[in-house]
């Protein structure tokens, strides 16, 4: 398909940059060991391979060669991923099965608790930090595959890149082979010194190193991913336990061995670095060493309220004082008094322990399998009392032996809501909203307080109830209101009014537990000082505070407002006083002006409406209708209330030329009506209607 040269080209292309090395160095001059540097970089392409076509190895201990053989201790690269990199790294790690003691603990708990330390190992991740470009420390053992950089001056120039061969030596002209295998990084300057001064005077050098190499190690035991692994020579224990993905569910974290020449050269606790930042048992990995992770040990679970509720492995002799600490301690909300250890009995019976949480209890041996339980603490409060409804400052407040009712509510300013205040000083705003959707409405003043509550626990809103709208003063807009006057002036109820004939102390009855309720007579407390409504609390008494919107009380006792626009001597809005009619409330208000009709005036009251018909059809164009209307007045309102019968007759008739006939005959009787008139009324209509009605021409 290609020709020869352009066949060149791509092969040239394809295999140039896998020849490219890996670039690194460490200087001299700095001597100070430093931790491995978080910074992202992307994964070489696929296909990168080194020199003479092997794959690259990896500069950073967390990449490890991913065995293609988990059995096997052979590293393999597989045809289908990139060489010299674990499949782990591309594709994300999924969740380790749960092992038999985490499935004990769950069918005790009915939750899942964590393996402590686990979640350390759950993600592999996609991206690695390079070590390649990192200052080797001064205890770096050099070996074969390593590259030195050599540079000196004066009698001597000399410019070198040489790489430790099999044997340990590296080659300089005119001084020969020099054996620096197993020689450490802090030794190297002074070793070429002197290997030089053997030949030349009055000469400088620096010796730095490049390309390190990368050595193998094996991972086995209970790891997540054993196997043998190909990382860098900078790598440590810790850094190989993270490439292999940690120990596996039913590994242990605590007793992670180090071996080489069938020794164990360190133990590693991964307690000691997630609980205090310990690593000092950490060591360099070598080629060939070995890295053992045990079976899990004794194991002990803790749950409830504990900074980090998980599973945990014991080491010998831990109390429940020690597991704690390992826990982060007790949470805030921990009731520090007892727990609960379940226990397993010589592997055959399990039984249940409480003990109080004193000095003897936490140092209480734990055994392996056991499930600690810590308890929160209690939302009781031994020694207050709480206000909640319509009261200004709802909330617990201190209870002290004689505490009575007037303590909590000691006058009429305990029950000003802050809605109230909030509402009264909304007109203060410089600007106020141009959508009546954003002024008040009648809805605010049925607006219930969140503490608002019936002692059963519904709110007034789940109840039915009857309100007088009557009640409410609504505010007429700019559209409607006479004048277009400003919002800034209009009249609002700000809070609904209290309920001052009943408000309830709720309390819990110790013997059977069963709510009580206590009512008092709101009004006689605070208004008159009535003793006998002082009632005595207790701690953990409720008092609640209902307003006339929680609890619908009689019509006489709701405060009715009435806005009078138009022909009155003194226009505004006024309150109804109890029992008192429209009729009074004008009168009283300075009445009508000389320029105004009663008739023409709309009243709107409480009325009843029964109203029925009778139509008969003596042909399509021939009918006959009767009505009746009955209509009455709640005596509420209008004294000896109001009603008025309404009886019609009416005939209707079309003839074939066009022309019609219409005619009603009338009788309306008004029994009483008190507000319009004063006596008995009688009134008879008789209404005939002659029409035409002309014909399309065709």
């Not at 009843?608 to 009455?632: A, D, E, G, V």
Request: glycine share 8%; with cysteine; hydrophobic share 35%.
């Amino acid at each position: 398909m290609f020709s020869g040269p352009v066949r060149d080209w791509i092969v040239a292309i394809l295999v140039l940059p896998g020849c490219l090395p890996i670039p690194g160095f460490a200087q001299t001059t700095l001597t100070t060991p430093l931790d491995e540097q978080q910074v992202r970089t992307p994964l070489p392409k696929e296909g990168t391979t080194g020199s003479g076509g092997m794959p690259l190895p990896s500069a950073d201990p967390r990449v490890p060669l991913k065995p293609s053989d988990p059995n096997s201790l052979e590293s393999t690269p597989s045809k289908d991923r990139l060489p010299g990199l674990p499949e782990t790294m591309a594709v994300p790690e999924t969740a380790a099965p749960w092992s038999e003691f985490q499935e004990f603990v769950a069918s005790s708990l009915g939750r899942k608790l964590p393996i402590y330390g686990h979640s350390l190992f759950d993600r592999v991740p996609t991206t690695f930090a390079p070590v390649d470009r990192i200052p080797v420390t001064d205890d770096y053992v050099i070996g074969p595959g390593d590259e030195v950089l050599i540079r000196a001056w004066g009698q001597i120039d000399l410019d070198g890149k040489l790489v430790v061969d099999r044997e340990g030596e590296v080659f300089l002209p005119k001084v020969g082979a020099l054996a620096v295998a197993g020689l450490k990084y802090q030794q190297l300057p002074e070793f070429f010194r002197t290997a030089i001064g053997r030949v030349f005077r009055n000469f400088d050098l620096t010796v730095s190193l490049g390309q390190l190499r990368s050595i193998q190690v094996f991972v086995v035991g209970q790891a997540r991913h054993p196997g043998n692994y190909t990382v860098s020579s900078l790598s440590t224990l810790v850094n190989a336990l993270f490439a292999s993905g940690g120990p596996s569910a039913s590994g242990s974290m605590r007793h992670i061995q180090l071996k080489r020449n069938n020794l164990v050269v360190t133990e590693f606790d991964f307690y000691d670095l997630l609980l205090q930042g310990d690593k000092s048992k950490d060591a360099r990995l070598l080629p060939g060493d070995v890295i053992y992770i045990p079976p899990t040990g004794p194991s002990i679970a803790i749950a409830g309220s504990v900074n980090v509720p998980a599973i945990y492995e014991l080491r010998d002799g831990t109390s429940l004082a020690g597991a704690i600490e390992m826990a982060g301690g007790l949470a805030t909300t921990a009731d520090g008094q007892k727990a609960v250890v379940e226990r397993i009995e010589h592997h055959g019976t399990r039984r249940v322990e409480e003990f109080p949480l004193d000095q003897q209890g936490w140092m209480r041996p734990l055994k392996d399998g056991d499930v600690v339980r810590i308890f929160p603490l209690s939302p009781r409060f031994q020694n207050a009392v709480t206000l909640r409804g319509n009261v200004a400052h709802p909330g617990r407040v201190e209870w002290h032996s004689g505490m009575r009712l007037r303590d909590l509510i000691p006058n009429q300013e305990a029950l000003i809501t802050r809605d109230y205040w909030s509402a009264a000083n909304a007109g203060t705003h410089s600007e106020l909203p141009r959508n009546p959707r954003d002024n008040w409405s009648p809805a605010h003043a049925n607006a219930q307080p969140e503490s608002t509550r019936y002692p059963d626990g519904t709110r007034p809103a789940d109840r039915s109830s009857t309100a007088d709208a009557t009640a409410d003063v609504a505010p007429a807009t700019e559209a409607t209101r006479p004048g277009g006057t400003s919002p800034k002036t209009d009249l609002i109820r700000t809070a609904p009014e209290i309920n001052w004939d009943y408000a309830v102390i709720q309390r819990l009855n110790p013997q059977d537990l069963t709510p009580q309720l206590v009512p008092f007579n709101l009004g006689k407390l605070v208004l008159e000082g009535d003793e006998q409504n002082n009632l005595a609390l207790e701690p953990g008494d409720t008092v609640i505070i209902f307003s006339q919107n929680d609890i619908a009380v009689p019509l006489e006792k709701r405060s009715t407002f009435l806005r009078l626009e138009g022909e009155f001597r003194t226009a505004g809005v006024f309150r109804a006083e109890t029992g008192e009619t429209l009729r009074h409330l004008v009168e009283r208000v300075g009445g009508y002006t000389n320029n105004g009709n009663l008739i023409g005036n709309t009243v709107g009251r409480m009325g009843r409406l029964i109203q029925f018909w009778f139509t008969y059809w003596i042909s399509p164009q021939n009918t006959l209708q009767f009505t009746y209307k009955h209509n009455t007045v709640n005596q509420r309102f209008v004294p000896q209330g109001g009603a008025w019968q309404d009886y019609s007759l009416r005939h209707e008739m079309y003839l074939h030329s066009g022309l019609y006939v219409k005619s009603q005959l009338q009788y309306e009787h008004i029994s009483r009506y008190p507000l319009l008139f004063p006596g008995p009324q009688r009134n008879l209509t008789a209404i005939v209607e002659l029409g035409f009605i002309p014909h399309k021409s065709k």
